[in-house]
């Protein structure tokens, strides 16, 4: 009750606002006989008003609720012209052209009302039908408004709405294609092997060749299943990692001291350049690791023999912390753009599985860095990919 007070008050104290204009031209008999006019109007009309804005429902549908407002300021109009020609005594001919003109400007502004609103409510009526499209499964959407409204926009936010569901669909097949096909060829693999050894058809000598080639696939299939759902817990947010200061230098060389067997296996050189005035990150120490091996990892693979592997950290403003994983490999697609930390989007037109990875590895990263209130990109262009991350300064 305290508002609705608060606005009728508020009118009341308009009408005296606007009654003493009257008062240095007219005098005080005019102030008074304004106020006894126009306050009363402006309580009753807040009143009115209020009512109807808080019990909308028992008038269904805009078109009635805004048809009520505009007859209750014409009525306001109406009667106001009427209670002056009468209290101010104003002659018979006067206050009938007076109730001419406040007639006429009612029944114009009453049009000029319906027209208006009737504008807005087809924009309204079109954005509503597109919203029941999207929940029916439609989601290529060209809404058709008018106006350069608040509705026009609500309408570009239900395309864009549509569009962003459209993608994320599309991704969600890609999803379950790539993992389907990531699962199939081992599950295919481990049961022809295991159909073999049920039969007998191996000689003795390779029966424990096909027992080690069951085991890299099953722990190919577990190491699967453990990115996959590490990845949903980082989409989801579900992360509970205790943040601590961390020496990115230390963290680095060690990084590289675990990665340089596979790297000599693979001909490729990885060294470290790391900046004197490096400060400290904030973050959790296993997770960050984590993000340098998938990176590491991903740019050995594709660096050719006799090629190298270089990882360079050095401070950046915010106060924050940037770290680059740089190879001379063949470089990532320029289409591919920010879709490379997709999950199993591995580069120029490769699909998942045929480098040895299931390419989850670069979303993995994304998601642990995002975790960190950080970010990453491909950075810069040429020969060789350079994947940089920011984090924030301890």
């Known amino acids: 009750m305290r508002a609705p007070a608060l606005r009728i008050a508020a009118a009341v104290a308009l009408a005296v606002g606007v009654s003493a204009i009257a008062w240095p031209i007219y005098g005080s008999h005019a102030f008074v006989s304004s106020l006894k006019i126009l306050a009363p109007i402006g309580a009753l009309t807040t009143l009115l008003a209020d009512l109807l804005a808080n019990h909308r429902g028992w008038i269904r549908g805009m078109r009635r609720q805004l048809g009520i407002l505009a007859v209750l300021a014409s009525a306001q109009l109406a009667v106001a012209v009427g209670l002056f020609a009468a209290l101010m005594f104003v002659s018979n001919h006067d206050a009938f052209f007076m109730v001419l003109a406040a007639g006429y400007a009612a029944l114009v502004g009453l049009a000029a009302a319906r027209l208006v609103a009737r504008q807005a409510l087809s924009d309204l009526d079109a954005v509503r039908g597109a919203v029941?499209?999207?929940?029916?499964?439609?989601?290529?959407?060209?809404?058709?408004?008018?106006?350069?409204?608040?509705?026009?926009?609500?309408?570009?936010?239900?395309?864009?709405?549509?569009?962003?569901?459209?993608?994320?669909?599309?991704?969600?097949?890609?999803?379950?294609?790539?993992?389907?096909?990531?699962?199939r060829t081992p599950i295919t693999t481990l049961q022809l092997i295991a159909q073999g050894l049920e039969d007998g058809i191996f000689e003795p000598e390779r029966v424990r060749e096909q027992l080690q080639l069951m085991s890299t696939h099953v722990r190919a299939l577990g190491a699967l299943i453990d990115d996959l759902f590490e990845l949903s817990r980082l989409e989801a947010g579900d992360?509970?990692?205790?943040?601590?200061?961390?020496?990115?230098?230390?963290?680095?060389?060690?990084?590289?001291?675990?990665?340089?067997?596979?790297?000599?296996?693979?001909?490729?050189?990885?060294?470290?350049?790391?900046?004197?005035?490096?400060?400290?990150?904030?973050?959790?120490?296993?997770?960050?690791?984590?993000?340098?091996?998938?990176?590491?990892?991903?740019?050995?693979?594709?660096?050719?023999?006799?090629?190298?592997?270089?990882?360079?950290?050095?401070?950046?403003?915010?106060?924050?912390?940037?770290?680059?994983?740089?190879?001379?490999?063949?470089?990532?697609?320029?289409?591919?753009?920010?879709?490379?930390?997709?999950?199993?989007?591995?580069?120029?037109?490769?699909?998942?599985?045929?480098?040895?990875?299931?390419?989850?590895?670069?979303?993995?990263?994304?998601?642990?860095?995002?975790?960190?209130?950080?970010?990453?990109?491909?950075?810069?262009?040429?020969?060789?990919?350079?994947?940089?991350?920011?984090?924030?300064?301890?």
Not at 352 to 377: D, N
């Open 239 to 394: 992360v509970h990692w205790s943040m601590q200061r961390v020496q990115l230098a230390q963290l680095v060389q060690e990084t590289i001291d675990a990665m340089r067997p596979q790297a000599d296996a693979e001909r490729v050189a990885v060294r470290a350049e790391l900046d004197q005035r490096l400060a400290p990150a904030r973050g959790n120490p296993e997770q960050l690791q984590r993000v340098l091996f998938n990176l590491m990892q991903n740019a050995i693979r594709h660096t050719p023999a006799d090629g190298s592997v270089v990882i360079r950290a050095e401070p950046a403003p915010g106060p924050a912390v940037e770290v680059e994983v740089a190879d001379t490999g063949t470089g990532i697609d320029r289409g591919l753009g920010a879709r490379i930390f997709e999950p199993f989007v591995q580069g120029p037109s490769r699909v998942a599985g045929q480098t040895g990875s299931a390419g989850l590895g670069l979303a993995i990263a994304r998601g642990i860095v995002a975790a960190h209130g950080g970010r990453i990109w491909v950075a810069g262009s040429g020969p060789g990919t350079r994947i940089r991350f920011s984090l924030p300064a301890a």
């Open 132 to 183: 029941a499209q999207v929940g029916e499964g439609s989601r290529e959407l060209q809404i058709a408004v008018r106006g350069r409204d608040e509705l026009a926009l609500l309408a570009a936010d239900v395309e864009a709405m549509a569009a962003r569901l459209a993608s994320e669909e599309r991704a969600r097949r890609e999803l379950v294609a790539s993992v389907s096909h990531d699962l």
